[in-house]
């Protein structure tokens, strides 16, 4: 059928090839082509059939028909992490992926870079530091096992965000009570008048350090 083909005649002609397929009772299939996909008249022949084929980059056949000698090169690679050709060079700098030049030259990964990427992409999620993963992981391409090392490392962040998280709620309660401040000083300014918002935030902080030295908080 030509591409020009409307739906209706698509319907149409598939209808008449399904009907004279059956002889006697019993359905006759016709020798298909490799290229022959099926159709239910959803669109042309053309677009069935590239519809058909694009299996999408999930897809293990995609996968496998996207190395090249069994390595994956610079783009494919960063099509399938979905990160950038820049960030893997990135991480090559870093120690982090290991490439070979092609005799075209072309940089080319190895078929585990893939998982090697995604491995680094939920590191750096949790708070890894990118030196940190090189370190780790050029332990464990030597044979080792850094896997207590990578535990201490993560126990002393998650220590350093609940120290983080404790500043960041003492700030919240110093930003509530100067904005409470200020809406009283506001209030009793004219309009058009300065208030010393600014200069008030000084002897907040002079009065703030007395109230700790008072508290036992001097060293």
Not at 128 to 156: I, N
């Amino acid at each position: 059928m030509a591409p020009s083909a409307t739906k209706a005649q698509f319907r149409e002609l598939a209808g008449n090839s399904e009907a004279s397929s059956f002889r006697g009772g019993q359905q006759q299939r016709s020798p298909k082509s490799s290229d022959d996909v099926s159709c239910r008249g959803c669109c042309s022949a053309d677009s069935c059939t590239q519809n058909s084929l694009d299996l999408g980059t999930d897809s293990r056949v995609y996968n496998i028909s996207m190395m090249t000698n069994g390595c994956l090169r610079s783009g494919e690679l960063a099509h399938l992490a979905g990160v950038s050709t820049d960030t893997l060079r990135h991480y090559e700098r870093k120690g982090l992926l290991l490439a070979r030049r092609s005799p075209n030259g072309y940089r080319e990964f190895p078929p585990d870079a893939l998982a090697r990427v995604r491995l680094i992409q939920h590191a750096l999620s949790v708070g890894f530091a990118l030196d940190e993963l090189a370190s780790f992981l050029k332990v464990r391409d030597q044979g080792g096992a850094p896997c207590r090392q990578v535990r201490t490392l993560a126990s002393k962040k998650l220590q350093d965000l609940d120290e983080r998280i404790t500043a960041l709620t003492a700030l919240r309660g110093d930003l509530r009570s100067i904005l409470e401040d200020w809406d009283t000083r506001l209030a009793r300014t004219k309009n058009g008048g300065r208030a010393w918002l600014l200069e008030s935030l000084a002897a907040g902080s002079t009065m703030k350090k007395r109230n700790h030295n008072d508290l036992g908080g001097r060293k």
